[in-house]
């Protein structure tokens, strides 16, 4: 009997393909028991849809061989271990529920806080539609190069003593972006696989705000070690940081902490403390989540003018309050990823 169920299950087509479940390798064993067969399958298939039709195509097909009165399928799912991105040790991917607080001057100053510890470090702007980081770093109207040693991959931009590439720097800077999910899934695959980063401690993602596909695709392409969620004070902001700290869970991504950005303002004439968007509202969230807290930014007027004027606090006024605030979040990243393991 089991070779006549092996010639059936030769003329059902795998969904979608020209060939049988048998040529795609699916079926792994084929137990008769009685008028019973089970059909135990191996797949890497993700596509739900795709699992549902082979539940109802191999039942009905083998139902047509004389003896079998039941048709039970074993499915087991395998799932690949994303493998890290060559050379690279860390992967961090720096996100929040919306935009306006801040994240990529966060990812720019975080990055450039753990050059100075003497990490090798990149820093990839992955917000396909707003890619500030080339202004933010003084790298604007600077083109990739090709790789001389390997043509088939780009050079990354190296500023400050890190890497950097950006979206920013293949379009031109006034060109509107209108790419839909598949064009951007391919964008993020290929900054990470066809570029030349080298031998890196860490590379700081800086992700589009929102759960979207460049946060999706980050996953699917790489083991992220840790994500970072960075929020403003204020109340209102918690809901959005509880759906980007949702995603990361279904991402099965650990989050490292909470980053608390523009939390006070400190009066350069009088020194005076001022909480311009309330304060506490990150370490808050982060103790009900179970999450770390990283640390407390200031606003600060220099912060600003930095990143218009292409140098960032942590290199242009190193000794200041808001770059010492930025090595304590880098400091704090560096503990927790430790903790991991």
Avoid at 61 to 86: F, N, P, Y
Avoid at 126 to 142: L, S, V
Avoid at 291 to 309: H, N, S, T, W, Y
Wanted: glycine share 10%.
């Amino acid at each position: 009997m089991k070779e006549k169920i092996l010639d059936e299950l030769k003329k059902v087509f795998y969904p979608g393909k020209t060939h049988s479940v048998l040529e795609e390798g699916i079926i792994d064993d084929v137990v008769v028991e009685g008028n019973k067969v089970v059909v135990k399958i191996k797949t890497k298939e993700k596509n739900q849809a795709v699992i549902d039709m082979l539940k109802r195509s191999i039942p009905m097909s083998l139902k047509k061989v004389d003896g079998v009165e039941d048709v039970e399928l074993e499915i087991e799912k395998v799932v690949e271990e994303k493998e890290k991105v060559a050379n690279i040790k860390h992967v961090i991917a720096t996100t929040s529920g919306k935009g306006g607080v801040g994240k990529s001057t966060v990812s720019v100053n975080t990055a450039l806080a753990l050059a100075k510890f003497g990490y090798k470090v990149g820093l990839l702007d992955a917000d396909i539609y707003g890619p500030n980081i080339p202004t933010m770093m003084g790298i604007e109207g600077i083109p990739v190069t090709l790789d001389p040693d390997h043509k088939d991959k780009i050079l990354p931009i190296v500023k400050y003593g890190i890497k950097v590439l950006s979206i920013g720097n293949l379009v031109p800077k006034d060109a509107a972006i209108i790419w839909r999910g598949p064009l951007i899934n391919q964008a993020i695959k290929q900054f990470l696989e066809d570029v030349s980063w080298g031998e890196l401690d860490f590379l700081i993602v800086d992700l589009p705000p929102g759960t979207g596909d460049a946060q999706l695709t980050l996953a699917q392409e790489t083991k992220v070690t840790g994500g970072i969620i960075v929020i403003t004070p204020q109340n209102v902001a918690m809901s959005d940081a509880a759906k980007a700290n949702d995603f990361f869970k279904k991402l099965k991504i650990p989050v490292l902490g909470v980053i608390e950005n523009m939390s006070y303002f400190i009066c350069p004439n009088c020194g005076a403390r001022t909480d311009i968007f309330d304060h506490g509202g990150a370490r808050k969230f982060a103790e009900q989540n179970g999450l770390g807290f990283l640390g407390e930014i200031p606003i600060d007027v220099e912060v600003r003018e930095g990143g218009d004027k292409g140098k960032p606090i942590v290199v242009a006024n190193p000794t200041s309050p808001v770059a010492q605030a930025f090595e304590d979040v880098a400091r704090n990243i560096v503990e927790k990823i430790k903790a991991l393991g």
